[in-house]
């Protein structure tokens, strides 16, 4: 048992001389930064610049990093590696000239359009019958063309009226025996006046009243006039079916005694 104790004693001693023999450890070695690419250069602190630099406002000098070069088939050899100038912001191609500004585009000339076509219309007639003015709308209408026929009241001179203005139905019989025994036979006797004949033409009024005159009887002479029936055509071409002038021109050649009168298209 003792002889144990003493092992243990002695072993202590000779682990407590070899403790004191150690050195005393260093300053932990900071930790290697990992290698930088080609053309990459290494961060400098401010502190670590050169005073002379920061006085100036000058960034330090950047030592370009060697970067070992291994030949296919030779051996390892350090080639320098020059940093990659900085480029300038305005210039991606690294001139560090201002980019030109991009010319702009030319304004584009506005070409005016065409106004739409409009359709037009017109008036066609006199016709003195409804035969004619319906055969005529059935021709344009079957052109394509919107038609409508009207008819009207046209008032048209009839002839020279001579006659004698009396008072009465009752003066205007007693005229009319002076006048038989005159020799007079052509009259008609009305409620206000005796006729004495109607003509169409002029000098054989004014000579039949002359007659009359001469005989004692103060005559008149009017103008005459009748109303008749007369039918229209109004005639709307669509902008895209117009007759072109040679068609209308063709259509007055078989109507020609009828005109046609453009119109605004209400």
Known sequence: MRAVIGLLLLANLLLFAWWQMQPEPGPEPSPRPPALGPGVAALRLLSERPAAAVEAGRPPAVEPETVAETEPGGTGTET???PEAPVSPTDEQGTGAPAAEAPSPAPVPQIASAPPAQPVCSTIGPFDTREAAEALAAELGGRGLEVEMRMTYSREP???WVFLPVKDRHAGQAAAE????????????GPDFVSLGIFRDRAAAERRDRELRAMGYETRMERRFRKREVYWLDVREPAQLRLAAEDWAAL???HPDVQRQVNDCE
């Open 80 to 82: 320098a590696i020059e």
């Open 158 to 160: 009839a002839g020279y």
């Open 178 to 189: 002076r006048l038989v025994a005159a020799g007079v036979k052509d009259y008609f006797v």
């Open 252 to 254: 007055q050649a078989t």
